[in-house]
């Protein structure tokens, strides 16, 4: 019989396993001190550990044995699988913006610009992303172009995912995280209202020497906006 020992842990919908397959039980306390070792570099989700035994020494005859298991992404290497769990538990503009939408009801420009504000305004206070976001320079400001994408051509989708409150769900912050988020929105949106596209003086982003205004500066292509440049020329456009 071979004993396999199974780490689990389920994010934002997709499943992932790391299996350590032995006959010895005496090597089963080794790998849970080397998974519990690996677990204390990151606290922002949950994993839970399980023991079976099968025939043998394939992930299949662990499903077979229990579909619980059915559909993960398996691992052989320990830390492989908390890498993969850290990288999938980061929040990601997609995230934010399905959680701005629901909670708020946005349009796309508001949406855009507020989210802009929200990821620039934590990243001069903290001096790290809250989140993961790509913001190009176009003609009326910041864009996020996975969300203007989803917005535009899957917006019910965006709506309906909860992968926000998933991933925030087991941070230690998480109040915190939730209040300053809303707060950006009650600070930012009566900057931009419906019509506020309409005039570039409304803009607070498009004003001289703004890290949008320099991205622009730098090719009229849409290029990427910088944290380096958010970091340096952010208090120009703040409210």
């Given at each position: 019989?071979y004993?396999?020992?199974?780490?689990?842990?389920?994010?934002?919908?997709?499943?992932?396993a790391?299996?350590?397959?032995?006959?010895?039980?005496?090597?089963?306390?080794?790998?849970?001190?080397?998974?519990?070792?690996?677990?204390?570099?990151?606290?922002?989700?949950?994993?839970?550990?399980?023991?079976?035994?099968?025939?043998?020494?394939?992930?299949?005859s662990?499903v077979?044995?229990?579909?619980?298991?059915?559909?993960?992404?398996?691992f052989?290497?320990?830390?492989?699988?908390f890498?993969?769990?850290?990288?999938?538990?980061?929040?990601?503009?997609?995230?934010?913006?399905?959680?701005?939408?629901?909670k708020f009801?946005?349009n796309?420009?508001?949406?855009?610009?507020?989210?802009?504000?929200?990821?620039?305004?934590?990243?001069?206070?903290f001096?790290e992303?809250?989140?993961e976001?790509?913001f190009?320079?176009?003609?009326?400001?910041?864009?996020?172009?996975?969300?203007?994408?989803?917005?535009?051509?899957?917006?019910?989708?965006?709506?309906?995912?909860?992968a926000?409150?998933?991933?925030?769900?087991?941070?230690?912050?998480?109040?915190?995280l939730i209040?300053?988020?809303n707060?950006?929105?009650?600070?930012?949106?009566?900057?931009?209202?419906?019509?506020?596209?309409?005039?570039?003086?409304?803009?607070?982003?498009?004003?001289?020497?703004?890290?949008?205004?320099?991205?622009?500066?730098?090719?009229?292509?849409?290029?990427?906006i910088?944290?380096?440049?958010?970091?340096?020329?952010h208090?120009?456009?703040?409210a």
């Amino acid at each position: 019989m071979y004993i396999h020992l199974i780490v689990y842990s389920r994010i934002s919908g997709k499943k992932f396993a790391y299996q350590y397959v032995t006959k010895n039980v005496k090597q089963l306390s080794k790998i849970r001190k080397l998974i519990l070792e690996n677990a204390e570099k990151c606290d922002n989700y949950d994993f839970s550990m399980h023991t079976l035994q099968t025939d043998e020494n394939s992930f299949e005859s662990v499903v077979k044995l229990d579909p619980y298991f059915k559909d993960s992404t398996v691992f052989t290497d320990i830390e492989s699988f908390f890498k993969s769990l850290n990288d999938s538990s980061k929040l990601t503009a997609l995230d934010v913006g399905s959680y701005l939408l629901r909670k708020f009801s946005l349009n796309s420009f508001p949406l855009q610009k507020i989210l802009y504000y929200i990821y620039a305004d934590y990243l001069e206070q903290f001096k790290e992303p809250l989140f993961e976001a790509k913001f190009e320079a176009w003609n009326h400001g910041p864009v996020e172009h996975d969300v203007y994408t989803k917005y535009k051509h899957d917006q019910p989708k965006l709506l309906k995912s909860v992968a926000f409150e998933q991933k925030i769900s087991n941070s230690s912050n998480q109040i915190d995280l939730i209040r300053f988020i809303n707060s950006e929105e009650i600070k930012y949106a009566p900057y931009y209202g419906e019509d506020a596209w309409e005039s570039n003086d409304k803009n607070l982003t498009h004003k001289a020497n703004t890290p949008w205004s320099r991205a622009r500066d730098r090719d009229d292509n849409n290029e990427n906006i910088t944290d380096e440049d958010i970091l340096n020329y952010h208090y120009i456009e703040k409210a």
